[in-house]
Each structure stands twice: as C-alpha cells, then as structure tokens.
C-alpha cells in the first residue's frame, strides 16, 4: 500500500501565544480534513501543540493539501507560518500487516528526522519522494513556490484572498472600490498569474 507521510510544524509564533496557535491550528486542518477527505489514510491530527501530521494515499493530493493549508493560513490572516515535509514510502511488497504498521513506524521516524532537519534552515517546504530526481526537482520548484508565498504582507492579505477566490482584477476593483488600473497593477505586483503557474507546475510534475 502506497502512503505518504504530511508532517507540518509552525515556524513561527509571530506575536501570537501557542495556546492560541493551537486552537487556530486545529481550525485549519478542520477544514482540510473535510475538504480533502479522499486522500486521507490518517486525517491530520495534532500531534505536538505547534505540530500535525497525517498519512495520505497519493503524491497529487498531499500536494494540494499543503497549497490548501498556505490559502487558509493567508485567507485568515493567521500570523504564523508553517514547515511542511513530505515524506513517501511504499508497503506494496509487504503481506504482513504487523510488517506494514513496523515499516510505517519507520516511516514516521525518517519524517521527523526530515521536519527536525528543515527547522534548523530558511527552507519551509522538504519532499522526500521514492524517486531521488523528482524529490529533487519538487523542492527546486517549491523554493520558487515559496518565494512568492512569503512574499506577501499582512496589507496585501485582503486583496490575495479575493485574487485566491479566483476573481479578476476588474472584479477585484469593484470589491474594493478602486479603478481597474490599480487593480491590475495590484495583481502583478503580487505576482498571482505566477504563484498560479508554480502550482501547477509542481501538480504537473506528479503526472
């Protein structure tokens, strides 16, 4: 049986308390839980007061999960950020099921050896695939993916949700009662048609 591990851990407290860190997490992943409910083995669940994971049945969707989990985080304003590992491995030769849950215990450890190793760098984002050189390719693409995640600031928030919400820069000007022409020019800046293009770029590598 194919899985992949999702291991997730706050970065950043920001100016807010782990209590409430905690509650806000288990809001978001409330959601994704129900939202992506078919990919899930193990839904996400807190492990840690700062720290979820959960077992997932297809590279794609973890995928997508953690895109989903970035657009929750940004369209709440939540003011912290997350650390994201990836992590797959494979039970398919394996008959015994007691075999599968020793592997998958495995699998949990080399994870958070991963998680353990990302927190002490500047990097948000570690996929550990079965295969070396689409691992490799996966984080190229998600350091750009990253770059212009985090490039937004808590002022741009409320025009990136409407732009997240999949409305267009002249809608966007009637939502905010602004001209067309700054609103174009909010969407560039913000650099949306490319955060769109690296989603599905790292999607399409998947196929």
């Known amino acids: ?15 807010s308390t782990s209590e409430s860190i905690q509650k806000e997490l288990r809001n978001v992943i409330g959601v994704i839980n129900k939202i992506h409910k078919k990919h899930f083995i193990t839904s996400l669940d807190m492990v840690m007061r700062t720290e979820f994971q959960g077992i997932t049945n297809n590279l794609q969707g973890t995928l997508e999960i953690i895109f989903d989990i970035e657009e929750c985080i940004i369209e709440n304003n939540l003011d912290f950020k997350l650390k994201h590992v990836l992590y797959h491995d494979t039970l398919e030769s394996i008959q015994s099921k007691h075999t599968a849950y020793e592997r998958l215990g495995f699998g949990l450890i080399d994870a958070r050896q991963r998680l353990d190793l990302i927190k002490k760098t500047d990097s948000r984002f570690l996929i550990a695939t ?41 809608e966007v000007a009637e939502l905010f009662k602004v001209n067309i022409s700054s609103s174009w020019r909010r969407e560039k800046n913000l650099k949306m048609k490319q955060y769109y293009t690296i989603k599905e770029m790292i999607l399409s590598a998947t196929e």
């Open 130 to 170: 079965s295969n070396e050189k689409n691992s490799l390719y996966l984080n190229n693409l998600f350091m750009i993916y990253e770059d212009y995640l985090d490039s937004w600031k808590g002022t741009d928030v409320d025009y990136v949700k409407a732009f997240l919400n999949h409305m267009n820069y002249k």
């Open 1 to 15: 049986m194919e899985h992949f591990i999702l291991m997730s851990s706050v970065r950043s407290l920001g100016s």
